[in-house]
């Protein structure tokens, strides 16, 4: 009967048991236990064979308990443990229907898998020995039957440490950056997205090839585990070479050049006609040399008398300069002048004593000169270009005249006869001053009032805070005329941008970067003017409105009412100056505008005592426009901003890098965008070259007014942007 009871029991056992649970597994799952871990078959009860079944739960401290299940944890429980912690593993072991089996009955064997992972002391306490994944694993001695407790270790992004360069460096020579510094041993590291070299103690080294300008290193670490990895981002200058620069400025050699072509000395087209006010607009030199001889008073040039002694008195009384026609050619050492005065007439009047007979000596002379000229072309000790004569031939052609006087009108037409050798020489020494003297002082004057308002620019913008004011001094002076035989004549010119008092940099700087000093600007094929201008003197002109502070900007008066709240207090100190530089074919804008290491200190409501530190650049398209009111470099209305932090004071950063990034972008780009715009503006008013100048010559003339026309776009190449251009001259 006691048998039928047990072999009963352990059937509804079965019944109970859920057969799809895993061995193992909590308890009440998996296999059926074995009928002697149900209870007491020869544990012997009270009374003989025949008594009474015992119903009684099996007595766990009995030897019969058998583990079917074991329970395992590590405690403290985290998602995440670092190497420095040391959880203790707590096991509880059951049999098949969950009662808990005591700890003194069970023989539990402890270790990690993977074994590299760590290990388990005698007391439970389990030691990390890496990052990565793992399990601690607890077993019944001697039986396949094991509990696990996952775990995961990370303590954190791998050490990263970059030595060279530094955050901010200014670095001249050849375009590559070497790059060095230590991770964590084990941590594969990255520069700019290639992988670098590292050595069994982590420390690592790269190269990257450098561009002109600011350049990004970003520099990973990667351990391979969870968590974000180890990343530094700076920005660093790379230059060719580096322009000296004090507290006073810069000076700057090369710094423009001027090339005058053939096509805007003389075209070959006549002087178009006055409009009904009177005005004459004129597009290339010899126009404007004929305009100036048609209306030149050439009287003043001719000697009275003539002649004068007892017997003869030879007076001219008027010239008409008749038809001018000038051409104007470069040759090796400067431009030649040919002159052409078609059906020049002068008015004569005076008296001979022939042989005791007075003769009448009133006329009108008409003739045909022509004239040579070679001018070569210097500058003066004054910084002024200056045209010095070389030589001169004057010819004449088709001398006639009516005289009032038919004795005289005889002597006129006679070859030798002392009246015609009187006239002819007069005509001559005319026809000469004319040529070596009135056009070369003309042209010089024009070359000269062109190039005068570029001696003394000032730059003057009031002050809008958060920008202070700007005052800086701008000045080009001619220093090296290059003619180009029979094509061209170049003029260089070298320049200085000056502080009005002595300015250290707000940061130190071993001097403005420059692309190359020795290279030829990209002269275009067809413009008759054409106006180079080196990037670095616009980075010169960038590094004077840095150096005055413009880039280091209190922020509270812009931050936004809805964002007062959450910033509190900003200000940005511009460590490095801001860069024009060309862009890669095919870009939308000719130039970038550069600028990196903007230290930026933000208060929040999470803040400590001392501000969070951000680091910020800036790239943004640079247009340049040029118009009747000068040139001018329009910044795009958006820039590519990117914000790191590199250190905060409270608990948390006052605002996360790419959070802020957006609520920065209209604040900071804003004012920034004002402070480069308007220091990259220069002015290009007309030249007016004053009546005064040339009153002795050409009282006629009311005003000349000397404006540049830029019918297309620059070009950018080889550290230079070249504006093609034309010249426009109005005469009154």
Aim: charged fraction near 20%.
């Amino acid at each position: 009967m006691r048998t039928t009871i047990l072999l009963g029991l352990g059937l509804l056992a079965l019944v109970a048991c859920d057969d799809a649970a895993p061995s193992g597994e909590a308890p009440g799952g998996g296999d059926a236990l074995p009928l002697q871990d149900l209870g007491g078959a020869g544990a012997g009860g009270g009374g003989g064979g025949g008594g009474a079944p015992d119903m009684a739960a099996p007595d766990m401290a009995g030897p019969m308990a058998r583990p079917a299940f074991i329970e395992l944890a590590l405690e403290p429980r985290r998602p995440l443990y670092t190497r420095a912690e040391a959880p203790r593993a707590v096991a509880a072991v059951y049999d098949r229907i969950g009662r808990e089996i005591p700890a003194a009955q069970v023989d539990l064997r402890f270790d990690v898998q993977p074994a590299a992972m760590g290990q388990v002391a005698a007391d439970g306490t389990v030691t990390f020995a890496q990052e990565g994944q793992g399990a601690v694993r607890a077993c019944v001695r001697g039986t396949d039957l094991c509990g696990r407790a996952t775990f995961y270790v990370d303590d954190g992004a791998p050490g990263l440490e970059v030595t060279q360069p530094q955050r901010g460096a200014v670095l001249a020579g050849e375009p590559v950056i070497q790059v060095a510094g230590r991770a964590d041993p084990g941590a594969a590291v990255f520069v700019n997205d290639q992988p670098a070299q590292v050595q069994a103690d982590g420390t690592f080294t790269a190269e990257v090839p450098a561009a002109f300008g600011y350049n990004r290193i970003d520099v990973v670490a990667d351990d391979r585990v969870r968590r974000p990895p180890a990343r530094v981002v700076m920005e660093v200058i790379q230059a060719p070479e580096l322009l000296a620069v004090d507290d006073r400025g810069v000076d700057l050699n090369d710094a423009i050049r001027v090339r005058i072509d053939q096509r805007l000395l003389d075209t070959g087209e006549g002087v178009p006609p006055a409009d009904e006010m009177g005005v004459v607009r004129l597009l290339d030199l010899a126009g404007v040399v004929e305009a100036f001889l048609a209306r030149l008073e050439l009287l003043p040039l001719v000697p009275d008398p003539v002649s004068q002694n007892d017997e003869l008195t030879l007076r001219i009384t008027g010239v008409n300069p008749g038809e001018p026609d000038a051409t104007l050619l470069f040759t090796d050492t400067g431009i030649e002048v040919f002159l052409r005065l078609q059906d020049l007439r002068i008015d004569t009047e005076g008296g001979l004593v022939l042989e005791g007979l007075p003769i009448d000596l009133g006329g009108q002379i008409r003739l045909t000169a022509a004239a040579i000229a070679s001018l070569a072309v210097e500058a003066g000790p004054d910084g002024a270009p200056r045209l010095r004569l070389e030589n001169v031939d004057v010819a004449l052609e088709r001398l006639s005249g009516i005289m009032g006087d038919s004795t005289a009108q005889a002597l006129l037409d006679t070859f030798g006869s002392l009246v015609r050798t009187l006239i002819e020489g007069a005509a001559r020494n005319l026809v000469n001053d004319v040529v070596a003297q009135a056009v070369p002082d003309f042209l010089e004057l024009g070359l000269g009032d062109a190039l005068d308002p570029l001696r003394q620019i000032p730059l003057d913008v009031a002050a809008s805070p958060p920008l202070p004011a700007i005052a800086l001094d701008l000045g080009f002076d001619l220093s090296a005329p290059v003619v180009e035989a029979r094509n061209g004549l170049s003029l260089g010119l070298s320049g200085r941008v000056r502080q009005r008092a002595p300015t250290p940099p707000p940061f130190p700087i071993a001097g403005i970067p420059v692309e190359s000093l020795d290279s030829e600007p990209p002269w275009p094929a067809a413009a008759g003017l054409a106006i180079g201008v080196r990037l670095s003197t616009v980075n010169a002109l960038a590094h004077g409105v840095w150096q005055q502070g413009a880039l280091n900007l209190d922020l509270a008066d812009v931050i936004p009412e809805q964002l007062r709240a959450l910033i509190r207090e900003g200000r940005i100190e511009a460590r490095l100056p801001p860069l024009v530089v060309a862009t890669p074919p095919g870009s939308p804008a000719l130039f970038e505008l550069q600028l990196g290491e903007l230290d930026l200190y933000l208060k929040g409501p999470r803040s400590g005592e001392q501000p969070d530190h951000y680091v910020l650049s800036l790239r943004a398209g640079l247009l340049l426009e040029v118009g009747d009111g000068g040139i001018r470099f329009n910044v795009a209305e958006s820039a590519d901003i990117r914000v790191a932090l590199l250190e905060f004071f409270g608990e948390r950063p006052a605002f996360e890098a790419d959070l802020l990034q957006q609520i920065l972008e209209p604040i900071v780009w804003g004012e920034v965008r004002n402070a480069v715009g308007e220091g990259l503006d220069l002015a290009i008013d007309p030249v007016a070259i004053g009546a005064d100048l040339y009153a002795d010559y050409a009282p006629g003339i009311r005003g000349i007014e000397v404006a540049p026309d830029f019918p297309v776009g620059p070009l950018v190449r080889r550290g230079w942007f070249v504006l093609p251009a034309g010249l426009a001259v109005t005469l009154r």
